[in-house]
């Protein structure tokens, strides 16, 4: 909360630049200009990360500015050029507790997320529908795959960001890339896409 | 020459309509600005932005503005029973004075970062055409019995049981990390013992194995195992990776 030092009443303009009040100011400005370019340039890469880690979609803004929030506490300690890094690992734990809440929603009785379980009124439409045939492919990875398979093909990262967020060895990243597409086009199979069908 | 050319992947043409609609997967309008408000740093936006449509943690941020106001009523109350005349101009001023901007409320656009560079664009996913809310889906049951059945068909065992093996991995690299080569190869074969002589992350852990022999001593058996390695695997993307092991390792 801001504050003003009575003691500054009737002082210079000198004097109250150096009350405790002004001190304050300035770093928490610069911290509140710091996080405001943070949310500005990351928000939409949390909201799909969030979505794609399975977080039901009415939850997905909430659960962003929950890891804003993380990062807005935490401001200090986030060393310039590594916010993506810090968000990414602040939305891997926010998706798990989201995620733990809803199976305890779902286990105490509570409907599931109508707008994840079932056919919405736009459900005929095609993209629609692979849209959701591609969350149903994602959710069906081991989160250590989804997250490779996430960040490659989705956001489009090359293969040494891939290892460099999640501190894997590039070898390893790579692996699990190959492996989350075969299980990506074995979901598909699955569901009637298969190669070559529409 | 694209830096990941050697990663492309041969998508059909099914699969690649399916990895497109990730493109719609794209925050609500006002997103940003009630994100902003949630975190307190949204309050210069202009009057109700974001509050129209503020999800629970945006009231939460707004309740704190309240509190904010309630401060200074408590102020220009305690002066007033008190008859102090000076401390009513005093807030008077400082309530008619604007509080200085913070540089949030001034702050450029955010320059973004660099584009990465594309790899295979993804042309525009077709957008779904828009419903009439009350229009009952044509094909509602049959959608409905297909994604009882995809859901039936998810397999669950199969992708716990490769969680598994990686959370094993994971382990065993944590323990490699930390010096512990004695607990990497106790991890690993943990590992063995979950999968047998199968193992869909095989390869994975037979690279981690090869680094904690190597780091325990043991660099015959490093040595032994990364070639037997790359023989059986000679175009696996840990190749290079694994001959620089064993380098050190000679």
Known sequence: MRSFDAGALGNSRNAAALTPASAEAEPRARDDARITAIVREHHAFVYRLLLRLGVPSRSAEDATQQVFMVATRRVDEIAVGSEKSFLFGTALRVASDERRSAKNRELSGELPDEADSAPSPEENADATRRRRILQQALLSMPLELRTVFVLFELEQMTKTEVSSLLGLPVGTAVSRLRRAREMFRESLRRRGLAEGQG | ?250
């Not at chain 2, 099914?14 to 006002?30: C, F, I, K, N």
């Not at chain 2, 993804?122 to 009952?136: G, H």
């Not at chain 2, 869909?200 to 015959?220: F, H, K, N």
């Not at chain 2, 695997?233 to 001959?243: E, L, M, R």
């Open chain 2, 1 to 250: 020459m694209e830096p990941d050319d050697d990663l492309q992947a041969d998508w059909s043409a099914s699969e690649l309509s399916v990895l497109r609609t990730a493109e719609l997967d794209v925050p609500p309008p006002g997103s940003v600005e009630r994100t902003l408000t949630a975190i307190g740093v949204g309050a210069t936006l202009g009057a109700g932005a974001g509050l129209g449509g503020a999800s629970s943690l945006a009231s939460v941020a707004s309740v704190g503005r309240m509190a904010h106001a309630s401060f200074w009523l408590k102020w220009l109350g305690a002066a007033a029973i008190g008859g102090g005349i000076a401390s009513v101009v005093f807030l008077a001023k400082h309530q008619a004075a604007p509080l200085p901007p913070t540089p949030v409320a001034s702050a450029p656009a955010v320059t973004h970062v660099p584009e990465l560079p594309p790899k295979a664009p993804l042309p525009p996913p077709e957008r779904p055409a828009l419903a009439q809310p009350a229009a009952a889906p044509a094909h509602g049951v049959a959608a409905a019995r297909a994604d009882s059945a995809e859901r039936a068909d998810k397999p669950t065992d199969g992708k716990e049981a490769l969680a598994a093996e990686i959370r094993i991995i994971d382990e065993a690299r944590g323990r490699l990390r930390q010096g512990d080569a004695a607990g990497a190869l106790e991890a690993l074969r943990r590992y063995d013992q979950l999968v047998k002589r199968g193992g869909s992350m095989r390869a994975e852990a037979t690279v981690v194995r090869i680094e904690a022999l190597e780091a325990s001593g043991d660099a015959a058996g490093a040595g032994a195992l990364a070639d037997r390695f790359l023989s059986k695997n000679p175009d696996s993307p840990y190749a290079d990776y694994v001959k620089k092991i064993v380098a050190q390792a000679r």
